[in-house]
């Protein structure tokens, strides 16, 4: 496609339900990453996938959160036992490759999760 | 660990003014880049112009240009003859050299009005 997508746009579930957010990355991308944005914060680095390397799980705020990335391409992120907290926007982004400097980096418009 | 700091959560200047946000940034690292991303309300962040550290002149693009004081750490951006539409979020981030994580500040919030 032509930009990054994720789906759905806007996720409500219940406090205690597992959610999935999905992203699919521009084609050709080979590294993906997720990021969140917390109300009135900036973006907070979740997970990043390169490739078939192990990805970088650094930036995921406890074991209830989990990604995979299948056949290098569409990225499925996965928040069990969802709590209030876990509300947020969820934001993908793709790049073409370990380029420096963050050439090529293009974000999708986020899934706004909201857990009542 | 990088820091980035944006201090003015919210900023409101009108039409064809001219508006300066404000970013420190906390690092050991010598070789990075800079960032200003812009958030409109359909919440794609959209790159509006990047710095590298390594490079003393200032970027521009357009009517947008930074203000890259390294040994302070700052990293100010400047719009000029603001328009209705930069109305958005403003980020400033981080990303240090060989590496591909984005760290952000917490935005500020920008206004244009008529």
């Known amino acids: 496609g032509a930009g990054v997508s994720q789906s759905p746009s806007n996720k409500v579930t219940e406090k205690g339900k597992d959610v999935e957010l999905r992203c699919d990355p521009i084609?050709?991308?080979?590294?993906l990453y997720w990021y969140r944005q917390s109300l009135g914060q900036g973006l907070e680095f979740l997970i990043y996938?390169?490739?078939?390397?192990?990805?970088?799980k650094s930036g995921l705020p406890s074991d209830r959160f989990s990604a995979e990335r299948t056949g290098g391409s569409v990225s499925t992120l996965t928040i069990q036992r969802t709590q209030q907290e876990d509300s947020a926007v969820y934001l993908c982004?793709?790049?073409?490759?370990?380029?420096?400097?963050?050439?090529?980096?293009?974000f999708g418009s986020g899934t706004r999760l909201t857990v009542v | 660990a990088q820091t980035v700091t944006q201090s003015q959560p919210e900023m409101s200047v009108q039409e064809a003014e001219t508006v300066t946000l404000s970013c420190t940034y906390d690092?050991?690292?010598?070789?990075?880049?800079l960032f200003w991303y812009k958030q409109p309300p359909s919440r794609q962040m959209i790159l509006v112009i990047r710095?590298?550290?390594?490079?003393?002149q200032n970027a521009t693009e357009n009517r947008f240009s930074v203000n890259f004081q390294k040994a302070a750490k700052s990293f100010s951006l400047k719009i000029s003859d603001s328009q209705l539409g930069d109305t958005a979020m403003y980020f400033c981030?981080?990303?240090?050299?060989?590496?591909?994580?984005?760290?952000f500040g917490q935005g500020t919030r920008l206004t244009i009005n008529p």
């Open positions: 084609s050709g991308h080979t590294a």
């Open positions: 996938f390169q490739g078939n390397s192990a990805p970088d």
């Open positions: 690092t050991s690292e010598n070789n990075y880049y």
């Open positions: 710095q590298e550290a390594y490079k003393q």
């Open positions: 982004a793709s790049s073409p490759s370990r380029g420096q400097g963050a050439i090529g980096y293009t």
């Open positions: 981030a981080f990303m240090k050299q060989g590496a591909q994580k984005l760290v």
